[in-house]
């Protein structure tokens, strides 16, 4: 009998002791590994079901973006139904339902990972199938998202950055297997990252359109003339692109920049290269978000996106979870000057031009919700609507440039672009201990930049952030080490004695 591609992945954390529980992962339907694996077609539609799981609410159409990680970093207030968001708040991740929420997004992350281990598994072999450099372009993006999604598994259920010992953490999957991988320690979970990244970056420097084309080249609109009739090719906004392997690996090299100074300098390294990409017409590929793109709707600010999944269906997704009567709010104290809570965030003296703030914030009108305050970032204009969720933007880069920067006078020098884009007055940073008061400012940054994105959670993480600064005047979230690493599953924690 043909093996079917219902690729069995069996990984410590997700065997029952004594069971054969299999994780069942199949995202093609139910056809053989030769059939699938016999044409260029069929990887490339291997790829894209990756993609497609990837936008699964229980990872990145929902739980690490703007559900159960934004409730980890206290960025929604629950529905007062719910019992379960408040354990989920403080860290309790032995509740029944918290840790069901936590073993979901585990085992999907590992799934999409099992997606490109068949790709991977098969790709050498079938290299004859590939036409037009789209061998390199295959490989290198299923590379990548193995890594972005093991990175991601690394922030939540790994080690505080800073201290992360040398005992085995979590497995890194390379094959589709019915053996059993082993966890191995957090330096060399690391360098397999790394490893993964740098394959993906080589493969993809010659032959990515990203690299010649312009985005508005790459995106055609109805009636224009696609650059390629090969839609794999098209979009490339939406595909782990080669200036997408580089944003990732500055975010990597910057969670790994407490155990060695020269990560500091590779994120820097990295960071730069993405700003600096350009088109064959010498225009920059990504530009900062600003006032005319906010103004123009589109919220998530589409110019930043380095790496994005698209989903067809996100205004309805938007409506249901931020929409009047959706559960994502915070709640307002009535206090006359506008939106307590936010107040943190968002200065008075600020709102008048911050685009992270002009009207992105509406009251709920339905009833039993008029006390909360919705955000708009995901939600759709009614004409062109931008169907994205940004997963890497360029304004992170920025950021890393001016956490890294080695003198006062380099760190301003960036934040003060950072700041006229996102139409923010700049401040210098204290004369006295600039490193602190920069440290503050980054972290505020990361919070209102990225609200229902997913990376404020990591950010404290990284940080170690114990409670937000004290220019914050309502401090909503404290961590620590306890809250900051995630069990792992307990099926995985009584298989491995870990």
Not at 10 to 25: A, E, H, P, R
Not at 405 to 424: H, N, P, Q, R
Request: hydrophobic share 40%; net charge neutral; with cysteine.
């Amino acid at each position: 009998m043909k093996k079917l591609v219902t690729y069995i992945l069996l990984i410590s954390g997700l065997l029952f002791t004594g069971c054969s529980k299999w994780l069942d992962v199949q995202p093609q339907g139910e056809t053989t590994e030769g059939e699938l694996f016999k044409t260029q077609k069929g990887f490339r539609d291997a790829l894209t079901g990756a993609y497609i799981r990837m936008k699964g609410s229980d990872i990145y159409g929902g739980s690490l973006m703007w559900g159960t990680i934004e409730y980890m970093a206290c960025n929604w207030d629950a529905n007062p139904n719910n019992t379960a968001v408040p354990q989920l708040k403080a860290g309790n991740y032995g509740d029944a339902t918290v840790r069901g929420w936590m073993d979901n997004i585990y085992e999907d992350l590992y799934k999409v990972i099992a997606d490109v281990d068949g790709i991977l598994d098969n790709i050498e072999d079938k290299k004859s199938v590939f036409t037009d450099g789209n061998y390199a372009v295959v490989k290198g993006e299923s590379l990548a998202l193995r890594a972005f999604c093991h990175f991601d598994a690394l922030r939540l259920f790994g080690p505080m950055p800073a201290n992360p010992g040398t005992t085995l953490i979590l497995p890194y999957v390379k094959t589709v297997t019915k053996d059993i991988h082993e966890p191995i320690s957090y330096q060399e979970f690391a360098q397999s990252i790394l490893s993964d990244l740098d394959q993906a970056e080589a493969l993809l420097k010659d032959v990515d359109p990203i690299l010649k084309y312009s985005i508005t080249e790459l995106n055609p609109v109805a009636n224009s003339q696609a650059i390629f009739s090969d839609d794999n090719l098209n979009y490339r906004q939406v595909r782990m692109n080669y200036y997408a392997v580089l944003a990732l690996k500055a975010r990597v090299y910057l969670w790994l920049a407490s155990q060695d100074s020269a990560n500091k300098l590779n994120a820097v390294k990295y960071a730069k290269m993405v700003i600096a990409g350009v088109d064959h017409n010498g225009a920059t590929t990504f530009r900062l978000g600003k006032e005319t793109d906010r103004a123009a709707e589109d919220y998530t600010m589409s110019p930043e996106h380095i790496m994005a999944l698209s989903v067809y269906n996100l205004q309805s997704i938007a409506n249901s979870n931020f929409g009047d009567g959706g559960s994502l709010m915070r709640y307002d104290f009535a206090i006359t000057d506008g939106f307590y809570y936010l107040n943190n965030l968002f200065p008075v003296a600020e709102r008048t031009s911050d685009i992270r703030w002009k009207q992105m914030w509406n009251y709920k009108t339905s009833e039993g919700n008029t006390n909360y305050v919705m955000y708009k970032k995901f939600i759709q204009k009614s004409t062109n609507p931008i169907l994205q969720v940004p997963l890497l933007r360029l304004s992170e880069m920025y950021l890393i440039l001016t956490e890294c920067a080695e003198t006062k006078t380099e760190a301003e020098t960036v934040y003060t672009t950072f700041c006229s884009s996102k139409g923010i007055p700049f401040s210098a940073f204290a004369a006295g201990d600039w490193i602190s008061d920069r440290r503050n400012k980054i972290i505020r940054e990361y919070a209102r930049e990225f609200y229902a994105e997913g990376q404020s959670f990591f950010t404290y993480k990284r940080l170690n952030v114990t409670t937000l600064p004290a220019s914050w005047t309502y401090t909503y979230f404290t961590g620590t080490p306890a809250k900051y690493v995630v069990p792992k599953p307990l099926r995985e924690i009584n298989y491995n004695n870990k």
